[in-house]
């Protein structure tokens, strides 16, 4: 192929065609793996279409792009064996891209398990701890295996290159300093890897639980590394560090079970009859598509001079049903009592008496308009 170069172009220097014929080496080494890449990759996608499982498309659509520059690096290794120029070049940068490539192989070959796995644990589900759990510990150990890999790729890399591979030859020498200084730097990320290895073991929360931390009640969407997201109920997200919920006391309404029993108070006349709520109660909350049919229970809590506290006990499939549910009873247990038993609503007496202290009765309404005005004078 250079005596060929030679014939066409005998003005040419020597290295000029040794340049063009590494050129068109490569040139003809990326076309040759593209083509191979792209054929290779139909047939396979056509294979998997052809299955059921969505994990076989989610693997092959990861690595459909990785793999095809790792075809480009191995035509270019094979071509560069027959060519001195093009092996001279292939030798300076393979410290840097081989590992880059590994590396990224090694990282889509993670994400694609990892989301695989993840489909199998459904969260959509109404009885979902399981799958919250096995969520949760697959995105945080996903995290760090990502830190992981990447770490070691960008030390491969540097390795190659002969002046800071000669400079981390000089720190090992002073291995005392060097691990001092290198802690000292690295003690924040180490303290939130070891949370987030924490956080995955011990899971005091999951993807998914409903918390309140800080004051503000909403949902764990997000586990990261350094930090959690927490989706509020009014669509704010809160940023939380992720040893916060290691070190600090927090309410997780869904630690063992979705499932939750809320309240609905009601302040009722003394002298109201019980049993017409009761029964009242009862049926609204069989007939709330939210109730989950585990609890409905109606209790007296309380007894004051004006007013007896009735308390309301139901019970739903998570907490957003639940707080939806307290919504609708506590709604129509109101508009039923003010149109059916309006004498059920509390309200202030006030007793007459003589001059001798004896009891003359409730007052009239004049009476009361006059107390009335005195009162705001």
Not at 113 to 130: A, S, Y
Not at 344 to 361: I, P
Request: hydrophobic share 50%; glycine share 6%; with cysteine.
């Amino acid at each position: 192929m250079q005596d060929w170069f030679a014939q066409i172009a005998p003005d040419l220097p020597p290295w000029a065609g040794e340049t063009l014929f590494a050129l068109a080496g490569a040139i003809v080494a990326i076309a040759v793996a593209l083509f191979i890449h792209t054929v290779v990759f139909r047939l396979l996608f056509r294979v998997v279409r052809a299955s059921k499982s969505e994990a076989d498309n989610i693997v092959l659509r990861r690595l459909a792009r990785p793999t095809r520059y790792a075809m480009i690096a191995l035509a270019l290794v094979l071509v560069a064996r027959e060519v001195p120029a093009l092996d001279s070049l292939w030798e300076k940068v393979a410290g840097l891209v081989m590992p880059a490539l590994i590396g990224w192989i090694a990282i889509t070959l993670l994400h694609a398990l990892i989301n695989t796995l993840k489909l199998k644990n459904d969260i959509d589900t109404e009885d979902n701890l399981r799958a919250r759990s096995a969520q949760t510990r697959l995105t945080i150990f996903n995290r760090i295996a990502t830190f992981l890999i990447v770490f070691v790729t960008v030390g491969l890399m540097l390795l190659s290159i002969p002046g800071i591979r000669d400079i981390g030859v000089t720190l090992m020498a002073s291995a005392g300093l060097a691990a001092l200084a290198v802690g000292a730097a690295a003690q924040p990320a180490l303290k939130a890897l070891i949370s987030g290895v924490q956080l995955a073991l011990t899971e005091p929360i999951r993807i998914g639980d409903a918390v309140i931390i800080g004051g503000e009640w909403g949902w764990i969407e997000e586990i990261r590394t350094t930090y959690v997201v927490v989706k509020v109920w009014d669509e704010r997200r809160l940023v939380v560090p992720t040893s916060k919920f290691l070190e600090e006391i927090f309410q997780n309404w869904t630690k063992t079970t979705s499932q939750l029993l809320g309240t609905v108070y009601l302040y009722v006349d003394p002298a109201t009859k019980l049993d017409p709520i009761r029964e009242r109660f009862m049926e609204l909350v069989e007939s709330n598509a939210r109730w989950d049919g585990r609890v409905k229970h109606m209790q007296v809590t309380d007894l004051t001079r004006d007013a007896t506290e009735v308390r309301l006990l139901m019970t739903a499939k998570d907490s957003p049903t639940l707080y939806d549910l307290r919504c609708d009873i506590r709604e129509a247990l109101i508009q039923w009592l003010a149109a059916e038993m309006p004498e059920a609503l509390v309200r202030s007496r006030v007793m007459s008496v003589d001059e001798s202290g004896k009891s003359l009765g409730p007052p009239s309404g004049e009476v009361l308009a006059a107390l009335g005005e005195g009162s705001a004078n």
